[in-house]
């Protein structure tokens, strides 16, 4: 008889984005609502976006959260109310602060109107601390360049991982990503039967298998889940014998208190998200420049009793 994991496991859910575009939801999950900061998260393709498909995501608002883009491979045009312009590309880091509100779209980037091309990434949210909820909205695009990477060898001195780390420090590097909360975000390249030992970087942290199953603390952890350790509790990553595997690892501090969450909206009371669902009906946030489609709210409305 086995023994049980050690971690949580949670497999996710298909969640349509329109267009056909769906995209593969962890978090957030019945048996878990949050990792450190990190309270949603959506792994979407790879899919080929084709001369003619509409995988356009309209303007639509934030609040009390910051978004985190990343690429495996693709592009993603962002503009926002802030009035940023910037094509998000492979390996680079898109964090933005929704704070008291921002608007923005992710569209195909003109120059690929009539290519054909792999989208896949992850989408992140992280819940702003309680003190920052209400802070100015901003948009930071830290180029792949700018991220540092490093080769971590295995016990025999193999090359056994490349890690880079997105948010956070690890392995003596240190991302110039700056965040709110402790915050770790690492993109861990393992080497066919290869292993890694991560310490406990954060309070908490999980780990997710993109492409691979792998062993997590001497247990097996299928593709395309996301495994939570124990609050505290380290990892050990082993590949399969015979294939390379690519993991995602975040965590951070825990929560600072319960949120709310309802459509693209986080707070830490409900009545703000009220408010923000008033002022979008009412189109009081302020617009994307050249924009003139929005994402309406959904018929069903967020209840703040």
Not at 58 to 73: D, E, M, N
Not at 218 to 241: K, R, S
Request: proline fraction near 9%; include cysteine.
């Amino acid at each position: 008889m086995s023994e049980s994991p050690t971690f949580l496991p949670l497999k996710g859910h298909a969640k349509d984005l329109g267009g056909g575009f769906t995209v593969r939801r962890l978090l957030p999950a019945v048996q878990r609502k949050a990792v450190g900061p990190f309270l949603f998260f959506d792994h979407f393709g790879p899919v080929t976006v084709l001369p003619g498909d509409s995988h356009d995501v309209r303007p639509h608002p934030h609040i009390g959260l910051a978004t985190v883009t990343y690429l495996f491979s693709g592009a993603i045009m962002h503009r926002d109310s802030l009035g940023c312009v910037q094509q998000i590309e492979p390996g680079a880091i898109n964090w933005m602060t929704a704070g008291r509100g921002i608007v923005h779209s992710e569209r195909r980037p003109e120059s690929l109107a009539n290519q054909a091309y792999v989208n896949h990434g992850i989408q992140l949210w992280t819940a702003l601390p309680v003190a920052h909820e209400e802070a100015a909205p901003s948009f930071v695009h830290t180029p792949a360049a700018d991220i540092p990477e490093v080769h971590v060898a295995d016990a025999g001195g193999a090359a056994g991982a490349t890690v880079r780390v997105l948010i956070g420090t690890a392995f003596g590097q240190t991302s110039p990503v700056a965040t709110l909360s402790p915050t770790l975000y690492l993109d861990v390249q393992l080497s066919a039967g290869a292993a890694l030992e991560i310490p406990a970087l954060a309070q908490e942290m999980a780990v997710y298998t993109v492409d691979q199953p792998v062993q997590l603390n001497g247990q097996p952890l299928d593709a395309q889940l996301l495994g939570v350790v124990e609050t505290g509790q380290g990892m050990h990553l082993a590949a399969p014998a015979d294939t390379a595997a690519r993991l995602m690892v975040i965590g951070g501090d825990a929560l600072d208190g319960p949120r709310h969450m309802w459509w693209n909206f986080v707070s830490s009371r409900k009545e703000r998200i009220v408010q923000a669902a008033q002022d979008w009906e009412a189109q009081r946030f302020d617009p994307v420049p050249g924009e003139t489609e929005f994402i309406p709210l959904p018929p069903q409305r967020f209840k703040a009793d």
